[in-house]
């Protein structure tokens, strides 16, 4: 079992920055995916960012590229999502996901955590 909780959300106005974490617990080893998704209350849930544990590979949506930043800590398997410049079209609940196997950008991760709120004003 793998336990994910978000944290770092906020109110934040347009061109500012954020960054969140994934705590992670639980037996992770080996090759995993882990994953920021993000949805609000009109769009579907959509994949932001992707890292592959196995490759050390990042992904990103086109939405966020050259803005947003994903890492993760190897001693503590923490995943960060820095996000700068942001803009209203980045608020919504953002999500992280965690999948045994390669990345992928549909829904199916075998984890989630319970989200954590950014709102971006102008």
């Known amino acids: 079992q793998v336990q994910l909780v978000e944290s770092g959300g906020g109110s934040v106005q347009a061109g500012g920055s954020l960054r969140l974490s994934c705590a992670v617990s639980?037996?992770?080893?080996?090759?995993?995916?882990m994953a920021w998704f993000r949805q609000d209350p009109v769009k579907q849930r959509e994949g932001v960012a992707l890292?592959?544990?196995?490759?050390?590979?990042?992904y990103y949506a086109d939405s966020v590229k050259g803005r947003f930043t994903v890492s993760q800590d190897s001693a503590t398997s923490t995943l960060y999502l820095q996000m700068d410049s942001l803009k209203p079209e980045d608020t919504a609940m953002y999500y992280c996901?965690?999948?045994?196997?390669?990345?992928?950008?549909?829904?199916?991760?075998?984890?989630w955590g319970q989200g954590t709120q950014v709102t971006v004003s102008s």
């Open positions: 890292f592959s544990r196995g490759s050390g590979r990042t």
């Open positions: 639980g037996y992770i080893d080996g090759s995993y995916c």
């Open positions: 996901a965690h999948r045994f196997g390669g990345c992928i950008w549909s829904y199916e991760y075998d984890y």
